[in-house]
């Protein structure tokens, strides 16, 4: 399960499958929200509506950790990191996934600028 749940993570960071929107209706829940590193507030269907996102990340990223923090509740925690203007930005990242094997989904997801 905790290599299934890295996969599923690591593919947000992948523009193929991070502006799929099929994909991305299948894994995030319907209450999904996330607090970006820019400070702003997002929801499932902002998500949805943005498919052109460029990420531009640098694999592999630091610090993976995943804790079962109840029955079918997961925290994914790990620091960041992408290419924004030849800069490499680091941000500590945090995700909670709810579910099982056969349906798993993002509730919640944080990204906070590491300075």
Same mark, same amino acid.
């Given at each position: 399960?905790?290599?299934?749940?890295?996969?599923?993570?690591?593919?947000?960071?992948?523009?193929?499958?991070?502006?799929?929107?099929?994909?991305?209706?299948?894994?995030?829940?319907?209450?999904?929200?996330?607090?970006?590193? =820019?400070? %702003? $507030?997002?929801? *499932?269907?902002?998500?949805?509506?943005?498919? !052109?996102?460029? @990420?531009?990340?640098?694999?592999?990223?630091?610090?993976?950790?995943?804790?079962?923090?109840?029955?079918?509740?997961?925290?994914?925690?790990?620091?960041? =990191?992408? %290419? $924004?203007?030849? *800069?490499?930005?680091?941000?500590?990242?945090? !995700?909670?996934? @709810?579910?099982?094997?056969?349906?798993?989904?993002?509730?919640?997801?944080?990204?906070?600028?590491?300075?």
């Amino acid at each position: 399960m905790l290599e299934f749940l890295l996969k599923l993570e690591m593919s947000l960071w992948i523009e193929e499958t991070r502006n799929n929107q099929e994909f991305l209706e299948r894994i995030l829940h319907k209450d999904f929200m996330e607090f970006g590193k =820019s400070g %702003k $507030v997002f929801y *499932k269907k902002d998500i949805l509506e943005d498919t !052109s996102t460029k @990420i531009n990340a640098i694999f592999p990223f630091d610090n993976l950790n995943v804790k079962n923090i109840s029955e079918k509740t997961y925290l994914i925690t790990y620091v960041a =990191s992408n %290419k $924004v203007n030849n *800069k490499t930005i680091k941000t500590n990242r945090s !995700s909670i996934w @709810i579910g099982d094997t056969d349906v798993i989904q993002m509730i919640f997801h944080q990204g906070t600028l590491v300075k």
